[in-house]
């Protein structure tokens, strides 16, 4: 079934969609590449934009379990999407665009599958230009090496900034870097 139009991406335009619904989602797909312009989950209550809310994209379920749970423990942010992938992060923060609800801060790896932190926060920016949206301030979370490459694609990404994960999988030690991202993260990004 083909509708009005929306932006896709891929295409570079205005494009008509089409509405598919499978395994409990509503899927908007471009019509002409096939490309998904937003996805809604059926069974669950769409939210207003009233309280705050932030994204997470890390492949490590430990560490996506991790940061979401203490965001909201903290009471940082009052809703929290985490995915496992960068092509998942652009896919959610494309509804939130297209629902007009502002997103307080993007938490994302830079090694992931599917698509890299690098290629999703240089697509989210894509996104908010098309929408003349303000910039979602992004953190990204990573234990690559903070090179002048990075610092310069971190430039172009503005407000952009990096907070090392470690390398060190042991918990306590993952759970020490989380509480340093989440004060990095408070003190910058929560309401007051």
């Not at 992931?112 to 949206?133: C, F, H, I, Q």
Request: hydrophobic share 40%; proline share 3%; with cysteine.
């Amino acid at each position: 079934m083909v509708e009005s139009k929306k932006y896709c991406l891929c295409c570079g335009e205005g494009v008509p969609y089409n509405v598919v619904v499978r395994h409990e989602r509503r899927e908007l797909t471009c019509a002409y590449c096939g490309f998904t312009l937003g996805v809604e989950n059926l069974w669950e209550e769409m939210k207003g934009s009233i309280g705050s809310y932030a994204i997470i994209a890390e492949d490590s379920k430990l560490t996506r379990v991790l940061l979401k749970e203490l965001l909201l423990k903290k009471e940082i942010v009052s809703e929290v999407t985490a995915v496992s992938n960068g092509l998942d992060l652009v896919s959610e923060y494309s509804r939130y665009l297209n629902d007009d609800i502002r997103v307080s801060f993007a938490i994302i790896d830079l090694n992931m599958p599917v698509m890299d932190g690098l290629t999703a926060a240089r697509t989210l920016r894509v996104l908010e230009e098309k929408k003349n949206a303000p910039k979602v301030p992004i953190v990204f979370f990573s234990s690559v090496k903070a090179d002048e490459g990075l610092k310069r694609q971190m430039e172009l990404l503005a407000p952009a900034n990096y907070v090392n994960k470690g390398s060190d999988s042991e918990p306590e030690k993952l759970a020490h870097r989380v509480q340093g991202l989440l004060n990095f993260v408070s003190q910058r990004y929560q309401k007051a």
